[in-house]
């Protein structure tokens, strides 16, 4: 798999150092209370995973399945495969993805989970790749700002491929063209 | 790492490095029975995520990752068997290679329950993975076909296992104090 890649993008090292960073910055801004930490499916299972057992507070895990619907991808209609099975209210709830692009996927799920009246809810985003925003949104907590590239690995696919790869890489054009 | 919610643990059964040691240990033997093959992994939310995880990245394969979520009724330390799914497969599973990761096999009543509700879709092979095997615990006949680690009947909570949602963010697994559970 790695040989499909045209360069390694970020390295398991510093996919590890910058999570350790980001949950440290976690624990401080909720230090003391209680998080409700939600894992939107299925791209961010390896980022969830690694940055929750760096959290150093009581957690409670939650998952959400998203999708967009068919070929149409910029319209930023999205549907919720999986919603929560529980009540937020209240609650602080910290979004994790793996990627914002467009910006459509995490304002829907913000806008949708605000609704429900936590007590706060944030976002926490492996990569930002701001070239593609459609929409003004910062997540509250950014992994790596990234250039408009293909990547994949660690959680994110090309066509349910690479998620397993521990590096985010650079897929080789001549994989997807 | 100082976990506070680490006062609450009685002894440390397994620790970190003892985990990714054993999952490479799994992730070859996986590698190695299905080389060639298209393996789809299906993750048991929420208790093995954590699991999940660590070990798709040890196989060095093209994996399809999915997940499902299931849950038995009732909360705390017994569960009795019954199981709802909160969230099927959202694909198609015929002729395909699948591998259940769960995180705790102890009565064999969820496993088992999944087994056959995923066999009867028709995938070309379906096995089990399972992180912690309690066979103290065993109601029904029911053996993983890959297996983390073989455990005591003791109150296991951490990577990824919980008690009443609790110190699943745990790096390694541990026993949980007796005055937590029986408070």
């Known amino acids: ?177 | 790492m100082d976990y506070e919610i680490g006062n609450d643990i009685e002894k440390v059964l397994i620790d970190a490095p003892a985990i990714k040691v054993r999952l490479a240990e799994l992730g070859k033997q996986i590698a190695a029975d299905y080389t060639g093959k298209e393996l789809l992994m299906v993750g048991i939310l929420r208790g093995a995520a954590v699991f999940y995880a660590d070990l798709a990245r040890l196989i060095p394969l093209p994996l399809h990752m999915n997940f499902m979520a299931v849950s038995s009724y009732g909360q705390g330390s017994e569960s009795s068997g019954a199981v709802r799914i909160y969230y099927d497969l959202n694909e198609d599973i015929k002729g395909r290679d699948v591998l259940i990761v769960e995180d705790i096999v102890d009565t064999g009543l969820t496993l088992k329950y999944l087994s056959e509700t995923l066999s009867a879709r028709k995938p070309a092979s379906l096995k089990t993975c399972c992180l912690l095997d309690k066979p103290a615990r065993r109601k029904v006949d029911f053996t993983p076909d890959y297996i983390g680690f073989t455990v005591p009947d003791e109150f296991i909570i951490g990577y990824g296992i919980d008690y009443a949602e609790m110190y699943r963010n745990l790096p390694y697994i541990g026993v949980l104090k007796r005055t937590v559970y029986e408070k």
């Not at chain 1, 440290?24 to 791209?43: A, F, H, P, S, T």
């Not at chain 1, 995490?106 to 944030?122: E, F």
């Not at chain 1, 590096?167 to 080789?172: A, D, E, I, M």
């Open chain 1, 1 to 177: 798999m790695l040989s499909d890649l045209a360069k390694i993008f970020i390295t398991e090292e510093a996919l590890q150092k910058r999570i350790k960073e980001l949950a440290g910055q976690i624990n401080r801004d909720y230090k003391g209370g209680e998080l409700v930490m939600i894992c939107v499916l299925r791209g961010a299972i390896m980022f969830y995973a690694d940055l929750l057992r760096n959290i150093d507070m009581k957690v409670v895990t939650a998952y959400i399945a998203v999708s967009s619907y068919a070929g149409t991808e910029s319209s930023g209609a999205i549907r919720l495969q999986y919603d929560l099975d529980e009540d937020i209210r209240g609650k602080d709830v910290l979004i994790v993805e793996d990627i914002i692009d467009s910006g459509g996927t995490i304002k829907y799920l913000l806008n949708s989970l605000m609704l429900r009246k936590p007590n706060s809810v944030k976002t926490c985003c492996l990569l930002d790749k701001p070239a593609r925003r459609k929409t003004d949104y910062t997540p509250d907590y950014t992994g790596f700002v990234i250039e408009d590239e293909f990547v994949v690995g660690y959680g994110l696919d090309y066509n349910e491929k690479y998620r397993n790869l521990n590096v985010v890489g650079v897929l080789k054009k001549e994989i997807y063209a």
